[in-house]
T-cell receptor, first 112, second 115 residues
Framework: GENVEQHPSTLSVQEGDSAVIKCTYS??????FPWYKQELGKRPQLIID?????GEKKDQRIAVTLNKTAKHFSLHITETQPEDSAVYFC???????????FGTGTSLTVIP | AAGVIQSPRHLIKEKRETATLKCYPI?????VYWYQQGPGQDPQFLIS???????DKGSIPDRFSAQQFSDYHSELNMSSLELGDSALYFC??????????????FGPGTRLTVL
């Protein structure tokens, strides 16, 4: 099955700085890679996703890059704000089956 | 816009008891997923249903069972509860059809506490 690894597990940045979270996956059949933001006790919420036929996607301060050859994808948050503080999960999904495989999460703290 | 509904939001049970969690997907969504999330853990995929048929199975214990009904709502039945079953249980739904890239929307979760 798929194995998704996520680094770092914790990340602290100063407000206004950039944050980068990286994930690797093992199954070359995975072709959909969403990123979720989860606040304490709340549901995971999709913040951005990328398909395997695209190398990069950007939405305002958030961007995701995908390297299919190396099997890794990264989340980039620029101009961080205190409200960006949360746990971020990456996930991967094969083109067959419904199962999403989640990374172990990154706890991001943005220091005002 | 309508979201995924889960009930109950909180549930307290004793060891060896039974619990039933319910999930009402977003209207017209045909796929339901169940996840278990322990404290400080990532969501662990349990099981999914597409058009009322089990479509994928993850780390769901044999003590648990689930089904999707004709109105597309789903129920997760948990028997012989153990202390380790205490967790947040999320349901998510998506519209799959013939597509393979569809976003899944999470419900608010049910917090199960086993005493």
């Amino acid at each position: 099955g798929e194995n998704v690894e996520q680094h770092p597990s914790t990340l602290s940045v100063q407000e206004g700085d950039s944050a980068v979270i990286k994930c690797t996956y093992s199954d070359s059949a995975s072709n959909y890679f969403p990123w979720y933001k989860q606040e304490l006790g709340k549901r995971p919420q999709l913040i951005i996703d990328i398909r395997s036929n695209v190398g990069e996607k950007k939405d305002q301060r958030i961007a995701v890059t995908l390297n299919k050859t190396a099997k890794h994808f990264s989340l980039h948050i620029t101009e961080t704000q205190p409200e960006d503080s949360a746990v971020y999960f990456c996930a991967a999904r094969r083109y067959t089956g419904n199962q999403f495989y989640f990374g172990t999460g990154t706890s991001l703290t943005v220091i005002p | 816009a309508a979201g995924v509904i889960q009930s109950p939001r909180h549930l307290i049970k004793e060891k060896r008891e039974t619990a039933t969690l319910k999930c009402y997907p977003i209207p017209r969504h045909d796929t339901v997923y169940w996840y278990q999330q322990g404290p400080g853990q990532d969501p662990q995929f349990l099981i999914s249903f597409y058009e009322k048929m089990q479509s994928d199975k993850g780390s769901i214990p044999d003590r648990f069972s689930a089904q999707q009904f004709s109105d597309y709502h789903s129920e997760l039945n948990m028997s012989s509860l153990e202390l380790g079953d205490s967790a947040l249980y999320f349901c998510a739904s998506s519209l799959e059809g013939l597509a393979v890239y569809n976003e899944q929307f999470f419900g608010p979760g049910t917090r199960l506490t086993v005493l």
